[in-house]
T-cell receptor, first 115, second 112 residues
Framework: GAVVSQHPSWVICKSGTSVKIECRSL??????MFWYRQFPKQSLMLMAT?????????EQGVEKDKFLINHASLTLSTLTVTSAHPEDSSFYIC???????????FGPGTRLTVT | DAKTTQPPSMDCAEGRAANLPCNHS???????VYWYRQIHSQGPQYIIH???NNETNEMASLIITEDRKSSTLILPHATLRDTAVYYC?????????????FGKGTHLIIQP
């Protein structure tokens, strides 16, 4: 089956710094990828749609200048959390649609802790 | 996407069949029913999807009522590794351009 990887799996950074999270589709190409955020004991919330070759689209309430998304190639999307604050601490997960257009494949997630 | 309703939690004995219900009374004619699950601290995993016929794959079976207003995901022989939050999502097919909207799901706990 299709595999999506994320790097790093966890990261700790200091308040005010930036951190980059990578999402890769390992055995298929993805012109679109999605980024989600999940706070403890809550469900996943869609943050943004990453589009290869064009700007990302953000869900209402998500600051595009804070969460920079770059879809550099057909297999790589990156999410950069800029000027991170403790309230940005969360589990960040990416996904890519399968080639059949029905299912989506998720990465293992990145645990971000801002101190 | 149509709204879904799932029980917040369920228990099931290991080795027994786990039957997870989902209500989606506002589903439209072309919307599919999808099931995903999320094991603790991992990314969600696609399980199965269907339109109106019952579906089965190596992981589970999906039973959709004739009026399509509800469905049941069946894990035929649950194991401890099936403990996870299960999400029922209703959406149009070919949704490669759209992210998923997750509800609260059902926390399935498999008891030894």
């Amino acid at each position: 089956g299709a595999v999506v990887s994320q790097h790093p799996s966890w990261v700790i950074c200091k308040s005010g710094t930036s951190v980059k999270i990578e999402c890769r589709s390992l055995d298929f190409q993805a012109t679109t990828m999605f980024w989600y955020r999940q706070f403890p004991k809550q469900s996943l919330m869609l943050m943004a749609t990453s589009n290869e070759g064009s700007k990302a689209t953000y869900e209402q309430g998500v600051e595009k200048d804070k969460f920079l998304i770059n879809h550099a190639s057909l297999t790589l999307s990156t999410l950069t959390v800029t000027s991170a604050h403790p309230e940005d601490s969360s589990f960040y997960i990416c996904s890519a649609p399968g080639t059949g257009g029905y299912e989506q494949y998720f990465g293992p997630g990145t645990r971000l802790t801002v101190t | 996407d149509a709204k879904t309703t799932q029980p917040p939690s369920m228990d099931c004995a290991e080795g027994r069949a786990a039957n997870l219900p989902c209500n989606h009374s506002t589903i439209s004619g072309n919307e599919y029913v999808y099931w995903y699950r999320q094991i603790h601290s991992q990314g969600p995993q696609y399980i199965i999807h269907g339109l109106k016929n019952n579906e089965t794959n190596e992981m589970a079976s999906l039973i959709i009522t004739e009026d399509r207003k509800s469905s049941t995901l069946i894990l035929p022989h649950a194991t401890l590794r099936d403990t996870a939050v299960y999400y029922c999502i209703v959406r149009f097919p070919g949704g490669g351009a759209d992210g998923l909207t997750f509800g609260k799901g059902t926390h399935l706990i498999i008891q030894p």
